[in-house]
T-cell receptor
Framework: DTEVTQTPKHLVMGMTNKKSLKCEQHMGHRAMYWYKQKAKKPPELMFVYSYEKLSINESVPSRFSPECPNSSLLNLHLHALQPEDSALYLC??????????????FGPGTRLTVL | DQQVKQNSPSLSVQEGRISILNCDYTNSMFDYFLWYKKYPAEGPTFLISISSIKDKNEDGRFTVFLNKSAKHLSLHIVPSQPGDSAVYFC?????????????WGLGTSLAVNP
């Protein structure tokens, strides 16, 4: 089973709203990732968690706040977003963080629209 | 600077024929390469990978070839099926520092025509 689930599938929010994206995996993976993907572009890495600790923050604006409550869950809290933040937000996981390029398994994504 | 290049933005192939997707890289520190397939509005799906100690890896209809001296890899799909129509991303990583991250190509959109 290589399933990563994400909720919600779609999200529309205003610039003053606070919302959260959720990601879950039950593969026993200890590394989890948030990516942002715009149309016709490859995924852009945002955050990496290893053993529930933030390992990498790719200079992401503070209006995006990640959280890893346990080894199976990863959240992305959103606040005061801009319309240009509209994108597909992808969660991924991999067995370990020996290297970030280890085989990552992606969820279906949350399509976020900021009005 | 694009370290992983997929020079063909699109490719069209007849059903049953071979699809060959190409990828070039510039960073000699890359030692692990992956192919992902992506349908619109979905997350990428891992297809196949290859380590730099190998020159070929096969999984069913998918074969990846690596030519380290040319810094080139290719994904062969045979026979191609209409369900293979998607965007294919090549990605690469190395063992240390910034090379540990997955570096992605811009993708090749494959259309398999019935």
């Amino acid at each position: 089973d290589t399933e990563v689930t994400q909720t919600p599938k779609h999200l529309v929010m205003g610039m003053t709203n606070k919302k959260s994206l959720k990601c879950e995996q039950h593969m026993g993976h200890r590394a989890m990732y948030w990516y942002k993907q715009k149309a016709k572009k490859p995924p852009e890495l945002m955050f990496v968690y290893s053993y529930e600790k933030l390992s990498i923050n790719e200079s992401v604006p503070s209006r995006f706040s990640p959280e890893c409550p346990n080894s199976s869950l990863l959240n992305l809290h959103l606040h005061a977003l801009q319309p240009e933040d509209s994108a597909l937000y992808l969660c991924a996981s991999s067995q370990l963080l020996k290297r970030i390029g280890d085989t990552q398994y992606f969820g279906p994504g949350t399509r976020l629209t900021v009005l | 600077d694009q370290q992983v290049k997929q020079n063909s933005p699109s490719l069209s192939v007849q059903e049953g024929r071979i699809s060959i997707l190409n990828c070039d890289y510039t960073n000699s520190m890359f030692d692990y390469f992956l192919w992902y397939k992506k349908y619109p509005a979905e997350g990428p799906t891992f297809l196949i990978s290859i380590s730099s100690i190998k020159d070929k890896n096969e999984d069913g209809r998918f074969t990846v070839f690596l030519n380290k001296s040319a810094k080139h890899l290719s994904l062969h799909i045979v026979p191609s099926q209409p369900g293979d129509s998607a965007v294919y991303f090549c990605a690469a990583s190395g063992a240390a520092g910034n090379n540990r991250k997955l570096i992605w190509g811009l993708g090749t959109s494959l259309a398999v025509n019935p």
